[in-house]
């Protein structure tokens, strides 16, 4: 399996309630990044958070690290339609440069 | 500050024809990385440059491929002789350094190319 899977591979969910997604990785890392997009357009970067931290947030977004695991988790509270989308989690390896390794995303539906 | 700007945005070429593809960073940006989407899956890493250097290009595939990024204008990722499987989004990202710890990558719109 690659670097990088999301679980689960498609999640669908009423407005309000709360959306959680997973990544894991394989290797070393210097920061995980989630990255959403909307079909046929680029991506848009949420949150980066640093192999040192274990825990960050930005509004309505949770992000969780645990290297020990070499997992992370996108906590989406009080989902709204605008927040239907495909999301990706990317690593940054220790190797130098800021080469990003994608999973495979995780396809949210948010139903009125 | 305009952002990563992707040029074509939609490319349609026949089998064994050229395509090339544009990026311009962001200003101030110095490092481009160009990362290739099929259908339904995530961004697979092709390479990544800095002006007039290629910095890693384990991404890329040996034949056909080749990307630069001169001093003056945009990076350019060629295809020649496309076949049908080079059929995909191909997405440019800039950072303005190397700071791994700190700098997200800017993503632009992508070039969506169709080989028919």
């Known amino acids: 399996s690659q670097q990088g899977e999301e679980d689960p591979q498609a999640l669908s969910i009423q407005e309000g309630e709360n959306a959680t997604m997973n990544c894991s990785y394989k290797?070393?890392?210097?920061?995980l990044q989630w990255y959403r997009q909307n079909s046929g357009r680029g991506l848009v970067h949420l949150i980066l958070?640093?192999?040192?931290?274990r825990e960050k947030h930005s509004g309505r977004l949770r992000v969780t690290l645990d290297t020990s695991k070499k997992s992370s988790s996108l906590l989406i509270t009080a989902s709204r339609a605008a927040d239907t989308a495909s999301y990706f989690c990317?690593?940054?390896?220790?190797?130098?440069?800021?080469?990003?390794?994608f999973g495979t995303g995780t396809q949210l539906k948010v139903e009125l | 500050n305009a952002g990563v700007m992707q040029n074509p945005r939609h490319l349609v070429r026949r089998r064994g024809q050229e395509a090339r593809l544009r990026c311009s960073p962001m200003k101030g940006h110095s490092h481009v990385y160009w990362y290739r989407q099929l259908p339904e899956e995530g961004l697979k890493f092709m390479v990544y440059?800095?002006?007039?250097?290629?910095?890693?290009e384990s991404g890329m595939p040996k034949e056909r491929f080749s990307a630069e990024f001169p001093k003056e204008g945009p990076s350019i990722l060629r295809i020649q002789q496309v076949v049908r499987g080079d059929s995909a989004a191909y997405f440019c990202?800039?950072?303005?350094?190397?700071?791994?710890?700190?700098?997200?990558?800017?993503f632009g719109q992508g070039t969506r190319l169709t080989v028919v």
């Open positions: 990317a690593t940054v390896g220790t190797g130098g440069g800021n080469k990003l390794t």
């Open positions: 290797t070393s890392i210097n920061n």
């Open positions: 990202a800039s950072s303005p350094g190397t700071d791994s710890m700190n700098t997200e990558a800017f």
């Open positions: 440059l800095q002006k007039e250097n290629i910095i890693d």
């Open positions: 958070i640093r192999s040192n931290e």
